[in-house]
């Protein structure tokens, strides 16, 4: 997984069962002392609710309940553990007071992100704590949303924080004492510490409220304070104007012992060395900022679909390509569309079933089809209608779960048009169209030019607006056409004499790319359920390592075939040294060894092609044996990718091959 992929994980994944149920959430009023050093942790909660109220709470088994009482009178606690967590199930009450103290897990410097997350155990260490929402830290109410005021109590040197509004901050008597408040529907309690130096920054936002900006670094990265509040300052303005006001009075950067990324409301919590990357200020973090207004702001609805996602993805990630120039933001969107194209097509789902992002199929739809599903919406309504759709969208929503159908209400409203079978081909239907042009001719029309032009498209058919980019004698000439059934023909008038016709070249539609349209990549030979492979080498050396490369590049382990072998599959990985490749190449008459790679230049080079209509291959060719082993662990990183050259385990190049759009030369008709 790329460090992209990684932080564009979120809070928006953790799903909002609670929301459903109905009244004012209970609300937490939690003290708490922390010592990192000895990792012991004693809290305190008093936790109210709107009525009396039969409630279990969930606390972790690492920890001793020390009181607990009921509406004032102290009761015995009926336990018992699942999942996990003891279950503390409570007689009828408004108030519950308990306390409880234990000690924290060792904080572990080198787990990965996905173990970070799943946070199975509440975890502490001078380097940093972190106590999930879910790790049962303090004693959340089970099935519910919570409100909160945390007061938290570390020692000198160690600050700490939780989503919420900075009420009062100390520092007195050799102790760090803060408290924090969040007064809207919560889905629970994190909490961070560490050896933290704080910057802070006020801001007067577009709207008019006063904000404070922080940043809670370890010592290493103190000197990326400055550039990180710059960032901040500069994205809660952008979506200020874009959206309405900030909903929150803070936003922090906190900074993370451990390799992690993801947001919370307020604040999003991230690897040091994570921040270190001077990309994480141009995207992720923005993608994480405009969370608060999508994902911790509306929530999504996620038994019906999580839109939230694709929406940050195409309002941050693909906004800030697009504003570069027209060409970085194709070249998103041929991004998002192979992928697609790359993806089986048996792990292919509709829209509306993502929830969460689990793995590469759920991005491709969750985050890209998604984000694409905006970008043809506001092709469609104009970029106007767009923005006061999401306008609308925001007031409305606010604080509240919201599903796929609230937005088409909020974008039907601002565009005054119908959406109801956009939203429903684009979310509800698994897939997407096969576009093709099936014949097109030209006839003289007096002064003008006649042009007839043949769409084709899969069943069953999606209602389009397609876009065709046609050449003609004059200069070219873009016009959009409706297809909605699986045959249309179109009649266009041009003035100069038509020569050829594009079909949607700059990829402004969501569809199965053709196979000479998209450029092959190594994530198809990756991912294909039928694959082969095929080392070049009876050596038991070269087999070797061939077996321990394809084990960790493919996700089934494919086939082996030998050098006398028919191949058959889908997806072919051919191994071999320089010379082997080149001979194997000759002799099935593929093309040879492409021009950029000739020079054999590296250790290793490994490019892709397409053999025929359905068929890719990739080849690894090397120096010697010892340079497949080498590339083991950096090749399947680089899915995305068309060509590779590696010096050892070091990338020195790499690309993808260029998109061929589908063209359509005309003949002139008989007698023209
Ligand atoms: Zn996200």
Redesign the pocket.
């Known amino acids: 997984m790329t460090l992209k992929a990684l932080l564009?994980?979120?809070v928006?994944a953790l799903v909002l069962e609670a929301s459903a149920s109905a009244g004012v959430p209970p609300s937490h009023e939690i003290s708490v002392t922390i010592d990192p050093q000895t990792r012991l942790i004693e809290g305190r909660d008093t936790i109210s609710f709107d009525s009396r109220h039969k409630a279990v709470l969930l606390l972790s088994p690492r920890f001793r309940l020390a009181s607990l009482s009921a509406d004032g009178r102290p009761i015995e606690a009926h336990t018992q553990t699942a999942a996990g967590l003891t279950r503390i199930s409570l007689p009828p009450a408004r108030r519950v007071e308990l306390s409880w103290s234990g000690t924290l897990a060792a904080l572990d410097r080198n787990v990965d992100h996905r173990h970070t997350l799943a946070a199975d155990a509440p975890a502490s260490g001078p380097e940093g704590t972190f106590l999930a929402a879910g790790s049962g830290w303090y004693p959340a109410v089970e099935g519910t949303l919570e409100r909160y005021s945390v007061a938290l109590d570390l020692p000198a040197g160690q600050r700490g924080l939780v989503p919420g509004r900075l009420i009062e901050e100390r520092e007195t008597d050799g102790r760090y004492r803060a408290r924090f408040e969040f007064s809207n529907a919560s889905e629970g309690i994190t909490l961070l510490a560490g050896p933290y130096r704080i910057e802070e920054r006020r801001m007067r936002t577009a709207a008019g409220s006063q904000v404070r900006l922080r940043t809670y670094f370890h010592a290493e990265i103190a000197g990326l304070a400055a550039g990180y509040l710059d960032s901040i300052a500069g994205y809660l303005d952008l979506y200020e104007r874009w959206i309405g006001a900030y909903p929150f009075s803070e936003f922090s950067v906190v900074s993370s012992p451990t390799p992690t990324g993801f947001g919370m409301p307020t604040l999003t919590y991230l690897g040091i060395e994570v921040l270190r990357l001077p990309f994480i200020r141009a995207t992720s973090l923005g993608?994480e900022i405009l969370?608060n207004w999508w994902?911790n702001g509306v929530y999504p609805d996620t038994a019906r679909g999580n839109w939230a996602?694709g929406l940050?993805?195409f309002m941050a990630d693909y906004t800030y390509r697009e504003r570069e120039s027209a060409r970085a933001g194709s070249d998103v969107r041929l991004a998002w569309l192979r992928d697609y194209a790359a993806m089986p097509r048996e792990d292919d789902s509709p829209l509306i079933r993502f929830t969460s992002r689990r793995h590469g199929a759920s991005q491709i739809i969750g985050y890209n089809k998604a984000a694409m599903l905006f970008f043809m919406l506001r092709e469609a309504i104009g970029a106007p209608a767009f923005d006061e759709g999401v306008r609308g969208f925001w007031r409305e929503h606010r604080f509240r779960v919201a599903s796929w159908n609230d937005l088409r209400a909020a974008f039907e409203r601002s565009s005054g048009r119908k959406l109801a079978a956009f939203f429903s081909q684009w979310v509800n239907r698994a897939g997407a169209p096969d576009l093709r042009i099936a014949d097109a001719h030209a006839e003289r029309a007096g002064s003008r030019w006649r042009l007839s032009v043949t769409l084709g498209q899969s069943e069953p058919a999606y209602a389009l607006s397609v876009p065709l980019a046609i050449r003609t004698a004059g200069g070219e000439i873009l016009r959009r056409v409706p297809l909605e059934r699986r045959r249309e023909t179109v009649v266009l008038y041009t003035p100069a004499e038509p020569l050829a016709v594009a079909l949607d070249p700059e990829l402004r539609v969501f569809r199965r790319l053709a196979p000479a349209e998209a450029p092959p990549i190594l994530r198809e030979v990756m991912l294909s359920s039928d694959a082969e492979m095929l080392p070049l080498s009876d050596g038991e050396d070269l087999q070797r390592a061939a077996r321990s490369l394809a084990a960790r590049l493919f996700e089934r382990m494919p086939r082996e075939i030998s050098v006398g072998g028919n191949p058959a599959a889908a997806a072919l990985l051919v191994i071999g040294l320089h010379k082997q490749i080149d001979a194997w190449l000759a002799g099935t008459g593929l093309q040879p060894r492409p021009a950029q790679l000739a020079a054999e230049r590296g250790s290793a080079q490994v490019w892709t092609l397409r053999a025929g209509e359905e068929r890719t291959i990739a080849l690894v060719s090397v120096r010697d044996v010892q340079s497949i082993s080498t590339i083991e662990r950096p090749l399947p990183h680089y899915g995305r990718q068309s060509y590779l050259v590696f010096d050892g385990p070091q990338n020195i190049e790499r690309g993808v091959w260029p998109t061929r759009p589908q063209i359509w030369h005309i003949r002139k008709s008989p007698g023209a």
Do not use: Q, S, V
């Open positions: 564009a994980t979120l928006a993608h969370h994902g996602e940050t993805n």
